[in-house]
């Protein structure tokens, strides 16, 4: 059967839209030029259009005409968009979407005080040493093809070692280098977890967790903290499947907590006992500025229950995406194979660099400078909030990391205090984003803002409250 002529006009429209003969946001033929392009009736084009504009490629607007307004690409796009959307907003709990979107574009905005980047300043890294240890490694390459399933087995080994001087012992055939600790959580999410797997985490916890969890289909569960870690009571009433438990123990994220040496062990032995199985995220622990946090849950793990994530994105370079996964054998092979179908691994060049940074000694140096240089900043950016913000906020003192977590001692509307921070040129991360119930918590960096720019941006947001009216206030 021969199609009816309208839906002629519809395929030929949409291959000239989708080959970009009709780019977005052109003009396409009146219906009377139309008429005449496909010797048929206007009715038969006004079908053909109404069809398109039901599609949402084109789009008729006064004084203008009819407008190309997406291709099929741009529509699968933003399905994909909402879709995610949906997903995400169900895990982040009263977070708006549209405030998460905003932070994330308006993070690149050097005109902003940065108080919510959650790196190391630029002048923090190492770029002299970073561009001697390239150069050298660049010198000592043969081939650049694709490395090792499980990743470069020098590096392996080098972050063997280094675990080791950690109190955590691992082959480097327990180890798969990753990019990033965000790219471990999604292998884990696709190749460990079943959908409707409930995910227990504190609560708040990092943003871009929840966001992945969610969006490969797990449920949700947070778990109350105290200013030693999770409450070991809050798990409670455990399913004996389909679980696991999700933990930021040292130097998290957002609140900077860290779990105590005693917290810990119950931890393992609750998860233990409840045959609950272990994501440590371990990515905050080499930035200590006080004391060497506790040693890892890993390290005391004598069962395989505990998968370890580790990196060097926040420590040294994000630009070198290099993370790594720990666990049992088994496991880990499984990862590696995943991995290998969505990227066919991480950068070879990375993977070099990487090895040798941690095998030269130069990391451990470069750690001492930035806990020092940490150190400062934390020094002054509590300088800066006992001087502004001690009437209104209260606080503890992280031991390491990047994050202080405020609370805000009178009721205030969250996104009225980050519009009026954005207003004066201040970025933050309200506490709700981070499925925090209250909405009475902002997380604030001190790793990215010079101390001055911390300063300015607090006595800033001191002055939002000084002069806050009614309408401000819930």
Known sequence: ????????IVDEIKEKIEKGEWPIGSKIPSQRNLAEIFQVNRSTVITALDELMAEGLIEGRVGSGTIVTNNTWTLMGQQATVNWNENVSKGIHKASMTMVQEINREESNDQLIQLSKG?????LFPTMTMQSVMRKVSDQFTTLGYEEPKGNILLRQAISNYLK???IDASPSSILVVSGALQALHLISIGLLPRGTSVLLEKPSYLYSLSIFQSAGMELKGLSMDREGVKIQ??????????????????????GITMSDKRRLELLEKCKKEQL???????????????????????MDHSGNVLYLGSLSKSLSPGLRIGWI???????NRLADLKMQSDYGSSAISQRVAAEWLTSGLYEEHLKNVRGQLRIRRSAALQALNTYLSNVAEWDVPEGGFFIWLRIKPDFTVSRLFDKAMARG?????GNIYAEDTGQFIRLSYA????????????????????AGEDYYY
């Open 1 to 8: 059967m021969k199609k009816p002529k309208y839906a002629v």
């Open 426 to 430: 201040i970025l933050l991360n309200p």
């Open 448 to 467: 990215f803002a010079s101390p001055d720019d911390f300063r300015k941006g607090v006595s800033q947001l001191s002055k939002i409250f000084q002069g």
């Open 165 to 167: 001087v950690r109190g």
């Open 234 to 255: 809050s798990i409670s009433q455990l399913q004996k499947e389909k679980q696991i438990l999700y933990t930021i123990p040292s130097f998290h994220n957002p609140t």
């Open 326 to 332: 720990v666990g049992p054998e088994s496991v880990i």
């Open 277 to 299: 199985p272990i994501v440590e995220d371990d990515v905050y622990r080499d930035l200590w500025i006080d004391n060497e946090p506790p040693v890892p849950l890993k390290a």
């Open 119 to 123: 790196e190391l300043a630029a002048k």
